[in-house]
């Protein structure tokens, strides 16, 4: 039995099937390498089984690391404070309700208070929040 | 046939590669990746590639916010009731990796931590307070937690008494307390009512009182004023009947106790129960006053004629 590039080719459709049924992105490098043999076949149909299953796998393992950063781009940036609760108070000005002793103290912010790290305030004074670092909010004075 | 073998091995090799190296994190988890065993990296959502047999995948952390129900208690409080009291929690793991490793059992943590602090808050109040002091408690509550989470990397957003249930005798006892409560301020108000009222009608009568005195007194005023006037008419009266004794002498009296006598004679005629009357032995004296009558009469008559003459008109008539 010889192996033609349409045999290669509809391993790819297979794997892309399996892609989309399954969760991760996995089989799409798979797809991907078997997609590059099927073209080797299709300009060299006389190339080894070796150098097919050869190809297959460095296609397969290469494509997963140089396709890595074009696929992170395509994911978009979305909502990055989605799930992020620290994250969406990033810029906002608030009143501290309690003074920052020797760099830290606590800002009632909705709901919850939040540890707040920064240079020593009196209560009242104006805060925006510059980074969040876990659950503690990093302030430094509001202009 | 070798190189075949190889070959085999190395596709294998390769898909093992790609399924261990490439993760896809779903929104709302961050997974935990693990060097050798040691924590190095946190994945955030989305596709990541990681070195495949040196990192491995440890936790794989909920980002989302987690509801807890913290189980019913009973709390005994500062004045000895004891309250059965359940409460539910909401928290948020803000950092995935402290979450997974500083704590081994964070739902677990999270609900001890919410049954003691329970406890002690309202430990430290009396029933009553307990009852109206849910917002109070909720807050201190969630202070305290939230700060003992935070070294998990969890944040404590809120935290809510879902049901206070005091034992049954004492809501029956509260139920009385409230009724009587009520039946007092009831009471009171009746009695206020009452006094009220008896005290308008008591100004109302001495009103009255005052008003029917004072009628009195105007009328004893006006009354003597009269009795006043009613001398003086009768003291000019006797003065005139003086005048006139002085100027006619007896035959005036006699006129007076004639017309006297007449009218008591005819007052016991018209009497009809006793037809039969005594007559004062002086009656004949009556008989003489009223001939005195006639003698007063004919002076009267000569006396004018005395006074017409002189001017010579037409002598006076009868």
């Given amino acids: ?143 | 046939m070798g190189a075949l073998i190889f070959v085999v091995a190395l596709v294998v090799v390769a898909v093992v590669l790609v399924f261990a190296g490439v993760k896809t994190v779903n929104q709302g988890f961050n997974w935990t990746i693990e060097r050798f065993g040691k924590y190095t990296r946190t994945l955030a959502p989305g596709l990541h590639l990681i070195v495949p047999f040196i990192d491995r995948v440890g936790r794989k952390m909920n980002m989302q916010e987690n509801v807890l129900d913290i189980p019913a208690q009973k709390v005994i409080t500062k004045d000895n009731a004891t309250v059965q009291v359940d409460a539910v929690a909401f928290y948020q793991v803000i950092d995935a990796a402290r979450a997974a490793y500083e704590v081994q059992n964070l739902h677990l943590a999270i609900t001890n931590l919410a049954l003691t602090n329970i406890r002690s808050v309202m430990g430290n109040m009396a029933l009553d307070e307990v009852l109206s002091k849910r917002n109070e408690i909720n807050n201190t509550l969630l202070a305290v937690i939230d700060q003992a989470t935070n070294p998990w990397g969890v944040k404590v957003l809120r935290i809510e008494l879902k049901d206070i249930a005091p034992p049954e005798d004492i809501v029956v006892a509260m139920g009385r307390q409230m009724k009587a409560e009520r039946e007092k301020r009831a009471t009171i108000l009746e009695a206020e009512g009452v006094r009220e009222s008896s005290i308008q009608r008591a100004q109302g009568e001495k009103q009255s009182a005052i008003l029917i005195a004072e009628g009195k007194r105007e009328a004893a005023f006006r009354e003597a004023e009269a009795r006043e006037r009613q001398a003086e008419a009768e003291a000019r009266a006797t003065a005139v009947v003086a005048q006139a004794i002085a100027g006619n002498g007896t035959q005036a009296i006699n006129y007076f106790l004639g017309t006297k006598y007449v009218e008591a004679l005819a007052k016991m005629g018209a009497s009809n129960n006793a037809k039969m009357f005594f007559l004062p032995v002086e009656a004949a004296g009556v008989m003489a006053s009223i001939a005195g009558i006639g003698e007063l009469a004919k002076e009267a008559q000569a006396r004018a004629a005395e006074a017409a003459r002189p001017r010579g008109s037409v002598p006076p008539s009868g």
């Fill in chain 1, 1 to 143: 039995m010889t192996i033609v590039f349409w045999y290669w080719w509809a391993l790819a459709a297979v794997l892309l099937v399996s892609e989309m049924m399954l969760p991760g992105v996995v089989f799409l490098f798979l797809a991907i390498g078997a997609a590059a043999c099927g073209l080797l076949l299709l300009v060299a149909p006389a190339a080894a089984l070796e150098f097919q299953l050869f190809l297959f796998a460095i296609v397969a393992v290469a494509s997963a690391v140089l396709l890595r950063r074009s696929l992170r781009r395509l994911q978009g940036r979305g909502d990055e404070a989605l799930n992020e609760r620290g994250k969406a108070m990033i810029g906002r000005t608030f009143v501290l309700d309690q003074p920052i002793l020797n760099g830290r103290g606590r800002l009632t912010l909705g709901d919850g208070s939040w540890i707040v790290t920064g240079p020593d305030m009196a209560a009242g004074a104006r805060v925006r929040v510059a980074a969040v670092e876990g659950t503690e909010l990093k302030v430094e004075p509001a202009p």
